[in-house]
């Protein structure tokens, strides 16, 4: 890590699959890589690199189980030091599958950060995962960086948690496919210090 600037903690969302390039919901599906999504995973290895400014080992890698994130954390080389359910996407319960212009078929309007999803989880059981995830990574950071890899919606709440936000203020963040995002501080409080950026120039 460079001398230059204090740890923090790197979010990255796994590459693309065939769910999420049709916008289909994807929580605990096993849904794998897309041939691009594996260049986009690898792209995003690189631009971690670039971002930490060393290829130092981070001093904890945590990983949601599903393979999109595993098999992202293994193209962008990285091992993680714990496979955890706790970084497991936003659970869609019966809107698994689905496309929201499928379910606003039945539920107008409907969005996962403004209505309910049956059989799945509400916003304060993904607080609670989300607080969880980071009390581990704040812990860390005194050893040196946090790198989570994970999935687009969790990732967004734990942005929103980071700062202090309520889960459902995730929406004002985007993230795409094998995008980072990273989590830091000014002299203390916390900050956005990037979001949502790209694999794209070295795809």
Known sequence: MGADREPAVYLIRHGETEWSATGKHTSYSDVPLTD??????????????????????????LSSPRQRAL?????AGL?????????????YGEYEGLTTPEIRQTVAGWTVWTHPVPGGEDPGQVTDRADAVLTRARAALDQG????????HFSRVLTARWIGLPATAG?????EAAGIGVL???????????????????V
Request: hydrophobic share 40%.
């Open 36 to 61: 691009n999504g594996e260049r986009v995973a690898r792209a995003a290895g690189a631009i971690l690199t670039r971002l930490r400014g060393t290829d130092e080992r981070p001093a904890l890698v």
């Open 71 to 75: 098999r992202t954390a293994e193209l």
């Open 79 to 91: 091992a993680p030091d714990e496979v955890t359910e706790e970084l497991a996407e936003w659970n």
């Open 145 to 152: 960086d946090v790198v989570l890899v994970g999935h687009g």
């Open 171 to 175: 929406v004002h963040f985007g993230l």
């Open 184 to 202: 830091g501080h000014e002299r203390g409080v916390p900050q956005i210090g990037r979001m949502n950026v790209p694999p794209w120039e070295l």
